[in-house]
């Protein structure tokens, strides 16, 4: 069993599929919470400040995407996406790279509509008095938001984002369905290639196990150092 | 964009269809998973540190890896088993994508489940328990009439959002050939051009379902409140 193993990861070369299908699955992720990140906490400061009209838009799109299986969302944007963003970028029909971008707004999407929650409370869970205090001596808003506002959301932010990028990094799985040559995809070609299913999905679940268990260890490890400055509750 | 009426008169029997698979296996996942995520919670607080490590791996393995591998490891994995192949009735079992699907979103929600009634069962005062046992109830006792009900109180406003959860991952099971409502409108998707049509036909489906699923979860949340209310 275990010499079998050896001749289907090095002689058959999935040892190298595999791991580049690693890298595919954190570069998805990583993509996909950066995207949903980075759309998400303008999107909450909408709702936190409670913007008419688009703070309604983005509690309709947070809650209707939180509402329905990701795969949905995946399935829309694959079906629905393509020739748009293929007319977009211009890709010349490069697939892999059209499939990458797919899988990252597709991820992203997702990934979003959870931050903005995260955000939103974190935003929320700001004494008032520290923002008073902020413009009290004189910060514009804007200096009081970049200075004060947004430090303190980001640090009470880190736990949940850390529950995101989790899920994130499970939700890539679900691309594999439509082709993205990440892990679980390998994992699926070399499952029918070799007809070992029971050992390459094996495989599979215990290199996602490694991704989340070393992600969750550097999170908490920024956790610590975020919180050093603010008397070092660790 | 117009509404193609054709499209959905088309659409919405199939999606009923699909939505019926997904109502049954959210059932299962919700009423085999809540008593199985209770016991698993329970293990890990055990005093017994074999025990509590068996509980806190099997919590730790589930939760950290996607479900479309648990699933594909039961349904495919399995099936290359020889011991299972050769069991007629584990065979008659690991065979049906249905099955499957269900025992995976059962084992998936287990995991997720122990964790919210690890916390709820953690955050007891100690002093009801001191109570309780301070009146000479037995450990059974204790766990029956103190310990579980005020946890099942604390937990179930978290509960809730698992169960949608829940309801969400059985469209994972389409992946494996089961026409739940992911499924349909997977299908659906392909053959017309419909697209968003079908998406949102689709998510209000998995709406109505969530949303009675919160409602149900409100009224037992009421009704377990009662006795705190003056």
Same mark, same amino acid.
């Given at each position: 069993m ?8 090095t002689?058959?070369g ?9 890298? @595919? ?31 309604? #838009? ?11 299986p ?11 996406? %393509? ?32 931050? %903005?929650?995260?955000?939103?409370a ?7 008095g ?13 200096? #009081? ?14 736990g ?5 990028w989790?899920?994130?990094?499970k ?8 082709g993205?040559?990440? @892990? ?13 299913a029971?050992?390459f999905?094996? @495989?599979?679940a ?18 610590? #150092? ?9 | 964009?117009?509404?193609?009426l ?24 919700v009423?085999?998973?809540?008593p ?27 939760r ?8 594909f ?9 020889p ?39 953690r ?5 009801q328990?001191?109570a ?10 204790l ?33 494996i050939?089961?026409?739940?409502i992911?499924g349909?409108a ?8 419909g697209i968003?049509?079908?998406?949102a ?10 949303l009675?699923?919160l ?11 009662r006795?705190?209310?003056?």
């Amino acid at each position: 069993m275990s010499t079998d193993l050896l001749t289907l990861l090095t002689d058959q070369g999935w040892a190298l599929a595999l791991a580049k299908g690693c890298a @595919l699955t954190i570069a998805a992720a990583l993509g996909g919470t950066a995207l949903g990140g980075v759309m998400g906490f303008p999107m909450a400061v909408l709702r936190w400040r409670a913007v008419p009209v688009l703070s309604q #838009a983005v509690a309709v799109y947070s809650g209707l995407v939180r509402g329905v299986p990701g795969l949905l969302v995946i399935y829309l944007i694959f079906f629905g996406g %393509v020739q748009a963003v293929e007319t977009l970028l211009h890709l010349g029909g490069n697939s892999a790279i059209l499939g990458f971008v797919m899988a990252v707004i597709a991820i992203g999407l997702i990934s979003c509509a959870y931050s %903005v929650e995260v955000f939103r409370a974190a935003l929320q869970a700001i004494p008032r008095g520290q923002v008073e205090a902020a413009l009290a001596v004189g910060m514009s808003d804007l200096v #009081a938001f970049r200075r004060i506002i947004a430090p303190l959301a980001l640090r009470h932010a880190l736990g949940g984002l850390n529950n995101v990028w989790q899920m994130t990094v499970k939700d890539t799985s679900l691309v594999s369905v439509v082709g993205l040559q990440e @892990l679980m995809r390998v994992a699926a070609i070399a499952a029918g290639v070799t007809r070992s299913a029971l050992v390459f999905y094996i @495989l599979a679940a215990a290199l996602y196990l490694a991704i989340t268990l070393i992600s969750q260890a550097l999170f908490l490890r920024a956790e610590k #150092a975020l919180n050093l400055s603010f008397g070092g509750r660790s | 964009m117009t509404l193609d009426l054709e499209l959905i008169a088309m659409a919405l029997p199939l999606l009923a269809t699909g939505a019926l698979v997904t109502i049954k296996l959210a059932a299962v996942g919700v009423g085999v998973g809540l008593p199985l995520g209770l016991g698993l919670a329970l293990l890990r607080l055990a005093p017994n540190r074999l025990l509590a490590g068996l509980g806190d791996g099997y919590a730790g393995l589930f939760r950290g890896t996607p479900m479309l591998v648990q699933l594909f490891i039961l349904y495919y994995g399995l099936a290359e088993v020889p011991v299972i192949r050769q069991t007629p009735a584990l065979w008659w079992f690991f065979r049906d994508a249905l099955f499957c699907a269900g025992l995976a979103v059962v084992l998936n929600t287990t995991a997720y489940t122990s964790e919210i009634f690890r916390t709820a069962l953690r955050a007891i005062p100690q002093g009801q328990i001191e109570a309780a046992l301070a009146v000479g109830m037995r450990p059974w006792t204790l766990l029956t009439r103190i310990r579980l009900p005020l946890a099942f109180r604390n937990a179930l406003p978290v509960y809730a959002s698992e169960a949608i959860t829940v309801v969400k991952e059985t469209s994972l099971a389409s992946t494996i050939t089961v026409l739940e409502i992911t499924g349909q409108a997977k299908r659906l998707m392909s053959q017309t051009f419909g697209i968003l049509e079908i998406f949102a036909l689709a998510s209000l489906f998995y709406l109505v379902i969530n949303l009675a699923c919160l409602g149900a979860f409100a009224v037992l949340e009421r009704r377990q409140a009662r006795g705190m209310r003056p």
